[in-house]
T-cell receptor, first 112, second 112 residues
Framework: KQEVTQIPAALSVPEGENLVLNCSFT??????LQWFRQDPGKGLTSLLL?????REQTSGRLNASLDKSSGRSTLYIAASQPGDSATYLC???????????FGQGTTLQVKP | SAVISQKPSRDICQRGTSLTIQCQVD?????MFWYRQQPGQSLTLIAT?????????ESGFVIDKFPISRPNLTFSTLTVSNMSPEDSSIYLC?????????FGQGTRLTVV
């Protein structure tokens, strides 16, 4: 049974810092991995999708990497801003379905 | 990417009543799903909404409690029936375009 874990559960950093969020999964046979952002009480916004054949994806200040063999993904946020404060979730699909298995999330606070 | 409009965004309901949540997608999608996010928790899949047939429920969720409709490829509803305070959660619908998941804005339900 696939399990997804995110470390740390919470992170507080001063504005301008570069930071890394971690996501691990127990079954390396994944089709893709997706990172989401969730603001309090809101829905999810897709940040990056990495296919199983890819090593990384970049969007603006965000870079996500994927190492299937070790069951890990990282989300790198460069030059963090207060507006980056949110909960970040990673998810992998169950098999080749659209049914996602989520980690518990990392709640990020960027202080001005 | 496709956009889902979900409503209501929030509601406060009396125990014993029912609430229907609607999701409208701006394009046809094959797969739609409903998730629940209990306070302080990550997302858990409730069911897959199947167009033209009965929804497929995950373990621990039943049709009598969470009836789902999917009359066409752009619309789905989830009803939370006979509500109790334990049903207080954020409910989210999602679709899948190619292999990427996208979400509605969420419905924050409080049962009193």
């Amino acid at each position: 049974k696939q399990e997804v874990t995110q470390i740390p559960a919470a992170l507080s950093v001063p504005e301008g810092e570069n930071l890394v969020l971690n996501c691990s999964f127990t079954d390396s046979a994944i089709y893709n991995l997706q990172w989401f952002r969730q603001d309090p009480g809101k829905g999810l916004t897709s940040l990056l999708l990495i296919q199983s054949s890819q090593r990384e994806q970049t969007s603006g200040r965000l870079n996500a990497s994927l190492d299937k063999s070790s069951g890990r993904s990282t989300l790198y946020i460069a030059a963090s801003q207060p507006g980056d404060s949110a909960t970040y979730l990673c998810a992998v699909p169950r098999g080749n379905t659209g049914k996602l298995i989520f980690g518990q999330g990392t709640t990020l606070q960027v202080k001005p | 990417s496709a956009v889902i409009s979900q409503k209501p965004s929030r509601d406060i309901c009396q125990r014993g009543t029912s609430l229907t949540i609607q999701c409208q997608v701006d394009s046809q999608v094959t797969m739609m799903f409903w998730y629940r996010q209990q306070p302080g928790q990550s997302l858990t899949l409730i069911a897959t909404a199947n167009q033209g047939s009965e929804a497929t429920y995950e373990s621990g969720f039943v049709i009598d409690k969470f009836p789902i409709s999917r009359p066409n490829l752009t619309f789905s509803t989830l009803t939370v029936s006979n509500m109790s305070p334990e049903d207080s959660s954020i409910y989210l619908c999602s679709g899948q375009e190619n292999t990427e998941a996208f979400f509605g804005q969420g419905t924050r339900l409080t049962v009193v």
